[in-house]
């Protein structure tokens, strides 16, 4: 079930301090974004952060668990961790815990090799 606009919105606010907060609709959830970067996303109203292997353990100390969906009746985790229903009325600490996934997914994007560059047949006849 997607997330109300209410929450969603509610959420935007939440997240704004980090800095060019969007939020996207995808696959019946919403995308949470920094300057085009995922670090959340939103389904069924409730609030996923994205969290590395050392992160996992904080959110399973508060009892979340991961983001699951059915993939071909198969379950599929992902590394978005639920927030801890306590921070939702905790602006500043949920920012906190915001800005640790902001920061995991923007180590993840690095550690990605840049795309070869190819130049394709045409474009090199252009260039000579």
């Keep these: ?11 935007q606010e939440l997240f704004a301090p ?12 919403t995308g949470v974004y920094s ?10 109203d409730t609030v996923y952060l994205k ?5 996992k353990k904080a959110f399973e100390a508060r009892g979340c668990g991961p983001f ?4 071909k009746g198969k379950p599929v985790q992902m590394s978005y961790w639920k927030l801890p229903a ?11 815990w915001g800005k640790t996934a902001l920061d995991v997914a923007k ?9 070869s560059r190819r ?3 045409g474009a090199a006849r252009r260039y000579r």
């Design 119 to 121: 130049i394709t047949l």
């Design 18 to 29: 980090l800095g060019g907060v969007t939020l996207r609709p995808m696959f019946g959830g």
């Design 86 to 96: 306590e921070l939702i009325d905790n602006a500043a600490e949920a920012v906190a």
């Design 35 to 44: 300057r085009g970067l995922m670090f959340a996303l939103v389904a069924d």
């Design 51 to 55: 969290a590395d292997a050392e992160g």
């Design 1 to 11: 079930m997607p997330a109300s606009r209410d929450f969603t919105a509610f959420i």
């Design 68 to 71: 699951v969906y059915d993939s």
């Design 107 to 115: 180590a993840e994007k690095a550690a990605i090799p840049p795309s």
